[in-house]
């Protein structure tokens, strides 16, 4: 509806006004998984390379008075709190990339679709990073964070079939979700996820696995008997 509003004109926008007049709004909702087998790329064994990232769902837009400050309060634009199930930690260093960062392995849970949802938060904080270091795995702890977006523009020079040379640009986005700060530390219990709850999204998750991969070889038997027929062009 507040979408609509502002498309129609009625609702005050940059377009239709200027910065200082526009409305604001808060955008919340919950993350997803986008995951599947590549059709094409293969791991070091020869196995189908599996793909798996995280998106974002936006579920409600409503209108706030004032955009947040950028402090180191929830409020703050991009943030989240979550309750996060670490399983390993592993730090990870690129000279050339510019990070230094300990990533956090693990799953968040989707309280709406009961579902258990891998993700990498990462670190960089270094009291959180030796916090988090030494912190017998696995465990369950509410974290607060922030999702950092880059964009990152590669060029590729590609012959053509006349011979010349043309520059194609690649605009990769990045998503990092950067734990700030530690909240608490929880136990499997009534108050939050008991051990039951654990072991169904477990057994959910390797259902979800199974059937990817079955949809997978399934797809790559059809292209398979496509190919095998031929092609046939009739003007």
Known sequence: MVLEQIINGDLASVSNGSIDTAIKLAISGDVSINEFYHSTEVEADGSPKFISYSVFNAAFVSIIAELPENNDGYNKKNQFITDFLITKATDEVNEEKGYDR?????????????????????????????????????????VQGELKVTEEITTKEVEDVLGDVNTIEYKNIRRQYTITKGLKDLEFGSENLTEEDLKTMMAQREQTLIDLKTYHDSRKEQVSGAAATGSNFNF
């Open 102 to 142: 300990l990533a956090l392995r693990g799953a968040v849970f989707n309280d709406y679709r009961k579902e258990l949802l891998p993700l990498t938060f990462y670190v960089e904080n270094e009291r959180l990073r030796d916090y988090f270091s030494t912190t017998q795995l696995p465990c369950l702890i509410k």
